[in-house]
């Protein structure tokens, strides 16, 4: 059905451009000037007038279904003419619940800056015209086509202001889309969808925005689902879903609305964007950051080779690795007969074997990637699936340098035979056989380095990978050139192990600075279910690390890797943190004049008394807040939803609970339209309960 009143739509449209109809009975239009007169030279602001029959609408610039609304001029010689100047559009629906596009209804002016030329005669009078065209909607699209003149005497003096049209047409002009320096908005992405950043660097307006953003050209499709994230002080992330031919050099371009306005006293409510991914497109003053809050800061490229390299040299301590580097400085010295050049040579095929062993991970890594980016995988700090991940990789790491498990021991043994060889062949394959010694034992320095690597050009990637493996075959190359330095070098010994332990702390301030980076993605729930999926995959490897220890008998060993890959699974299943829907609700926070602003506006107003550390609270958000029938229900009330949020103490809070003799949360209650009392709920909720209370 939709499809079908879609291809009429544009049907009909595209006969409006080649036939020209003259429908008018939907849609009344009419030129009208700001001024009542004409001053030779000076600009003035004429305005095209569509006052819409009820349900019935026009498009924007960007239409969606249907075609903007457009005016060619006729004017006398020595005039020019802008660009129709378009107030903030709003969303257009088709009546049962599917968008169509962007547009107006009701009464409606778009503003026009006519220019006339210097040498125009006082006392004349100039005929204006103007061939416009439009489409109109509502259950059927009709075309619209009228011929307008609108004329003007010409004075030598300023111009008065029309009484109707002159505060009208000003006041549409105030309120165009522009950008404002209190706001700063920037923009990045990943392969299939946008992340659009406001944040606020002065006093912004309380409340809920519901800001949505309107694509100039169709960089975000129109019937694309747009998920919102607000605190309701002053900040907007909102993440889109971006066509499939966007260039990976475009940005995003456009409007993005607000149901409160953008400034303080409520105007403004188109903020305009202009913002090339990864730049700020809004002038901003020097205390807001254009970084969206919720990504991690980027290290620059240097900084990340610098921890790459100093990573690599580091490999060269862990317990797996050390004992053999004096070893196999000694084995190139025997090999070459104690000749320095054949030495030094050893030593340079020994690191080209390294290098090639980290080129072919760096390879993997980037046809991973590739594929990842077919899967729409999100290698990206701005991805809260990549923090998870990435966090629960380094916690295990941690685990694995705090001795809760071993694993990369058993390596030294493998590519015995290969590194036996005699000659040349042996040391390259000595040099690719510690990297496969190395790589397990990951180091705090090296962590980082990799994380930023999946964030990088595949370019960028391999310069790291290349920096850490030079990292790790340094020593084995300078040693080979002063074979006689390997004499200082310490000893093996308890100090290893108590030196792999300390370095373990650096990786868990790493596993807590991603959760701190979480909690800016997710929603409560989610940052709980993450924390308890970390826990499980801790214990995973306390599982692995109990049942494998040294000399456990093979059932044993194979019941640990069993259980504790299994306990892992079920962490990472239960973390996972998951986009959020694009109907979840955007709770305002409680206080008593906003229920009291509500009531008098008529709405059914939703109000939830919670706080972090209630456990019934959490269970009854995941239940009933996430249910399709609550949401769907939400939405078709129009129900205003309220949180006050008891974590922290607030006598505020108290005294409302009190109000109700309660003293304890979980705390629902329903105001209904005229109503003097709530509907209050009871401390278990499921989805029946809240709705029953909605419809009630």
Not at 429 to 447: E, K, N
């Amino acid at each position: 059905m939709q499809f079908r009143r879609i291809f009429a739509c544009w049907a009909i449209a595209l006969a409006a451009v080649f036939l020209p109809i003259r429908t008018r009975a939907q849609v009344a239009v009419s030129l009208v000037s700001a001024d009542a007169s004409v001053q030779p030279g000076q600009p003035v602001a004429v305005a095209l007038r569509l006052v819409h029959q009820p349900d019935w609408h026009t498009y924007w610039t960007n239409p969606g279904t249907g075609l903007p609304t457009s005016i060619a001029w006729t004017l006398p010689p020595g005039w020019k003419a802008g660009a129709i100047q378009w107030p903030t559009p709003k969303l257009l629906g088709d009546g049962f619940g599917g968008l169509i596009g962007s547009g107006y209804d009701g009464e409606l002016l778009l503003p026009v800056t006519l220019t006339p030329p210097s040498d125009l005669k006082p006392g004349s009078t100039v005929v204006l015209k103007a061939a416009v065209r439009w489409l109109m909607c509502h259950d059927v699209c009709k075309p619209g086509h009228a011929d307008l003149t609108l004329e003007l005497p010409v004075s030598s003096e300023p111009p008065a202001s029309d009484p109707k049209w002159g505060p009208a047409i000003r006041a549409v002009v105030a309120d165009l889309p522009t950008a404002d320096s209190v706001w700063a908005v920037s923009a990045s992405r990943d392969a299939k969808t946008a992340t659009l950043t406001v944040v606020a660097g002065g006093s912004a307006r309380p409340g809920q925005r519901r800001p949505h953003f309107f694509s100039e050209d169709n960089a975000v499709p129109y019937d694309a689902p747009q998920v919102v994230a607000e605190d309701g002080n002053g900040r907007e992330v909102i993440k889109l879903t971006l066509a499939d031919n966007v260039a990976p050099g475009a940005g995003l371009h456009g409007v993005l609305s607000s149901d409160i306005g953008w400034r303080a006293d409520g105007s403004l409510p188109g903020l305009r964007v202009d913002a090339s991914f990864g730049e700020a497109s809004a002038a901003s003053t020097p205390a807001v950051g254009t970084v969206a809050p919720a990504a991690a800061p980027k290290a620059s490229l240097g900084g990340t080779l610098l921890l790459a390299f100093i990573g690599g040299l580091i490999l060269n301590l862990m317990p797996c690795v050390f004992p053999v580097l004096g070893i196999k400085i000694l084995g190139f010295v025997n090999q070459a007969g104690h000749s320095r050049g054949k030495v030094a040579a050893h030593g340079l095929v020994f690191s080209s074997g390294v290098l090639v062993s980290f080129w072919i991970l760096a390879g993997v890594l980037a046809v991973l990637r590739a594929g990842g980016d077919k899967l729409g995988w999100g290698f990206q700090l701005q991805s809260p699936g990549f923090i998870f991940g990435l966090a629960g990789v380094m916690l295990v790491f941690a685990l694995n340098m705090s001795g809760v498990f071993d694993f990369g021991l058993t390596a030294t043994s493998v590519g015995g035979e290969l590194q036996s060889k005699s000659g040349f062949a042996g040391s390259f394959f000595t040099g690719v056989l510690a990297t496969l010694v190395a790589t397990p034992c990951s180091a705090p320095f090296l962590a980082p380095a990799l994380g930023e690597a999946l964030t990088l050009s595949t370019a960028a990637s391999f310069t790291i990978f290349t920096v850490i493996a030079i990292g790790l075959s340094t020593p084995y190359l300078l040693l080979s050139i002063f074979p006689g330095a390997v004499r200082i070098l310490p000893r093996p010994g308890a100090w290893m192990e108590t030196f792999k332990q300390f370095m373990a702390f650096p990786l868990y301030g790493t596993v807590g600075y991603l959760l701190w980076v979480l909690a800016g993605q997710v929603q409560e729930y989610g940052l709980l279910s993450a924390l308890l999926g970390l826990v499980l995959v801790a214990m995973g490897a306390w599982i692995y690390g109990r049942w494998r220890a040294p000399g456990a008998s093979a059932g044993r060993a194979r019941f640990g890797l069993i259980a504790g890959v299994a306990m892992i699974g079920l962490g990472g299943w239960m973390g996972w943190p998951g986009q959020p829907a694009a109907g979840d609700i955007t709770w305002d926070k409680w206080s008593p004049e906003a229920v009291t602003q509500l009531r008098a506006d008529g709405r059914i107003v939703y109000v939830d008394f919670t706080a972090r550390w209630c456990a019934t609270c959490q269970t009854n958000k995941k239940i009933v807040f996430h249910s399709d029938d609550v949401l769907r229900t939400f939405r078709e009330k129009h129900v205003a939803t309220l949180r006050g949020d008891w974590t922290n103490q607030d006598a505020q809070i108290t005294a409302e609970l009190a109000k109700y003799n309660r003293s304890a949360v979980p705390f629902n209650l329903v105001w209904l339209p005229g109503r003097d009392s709530p509907v209050l709920l009871p401390e278990i909720l499921t989805p029946k309960v809240v709705i029953n209370a909605v419809k009630e």
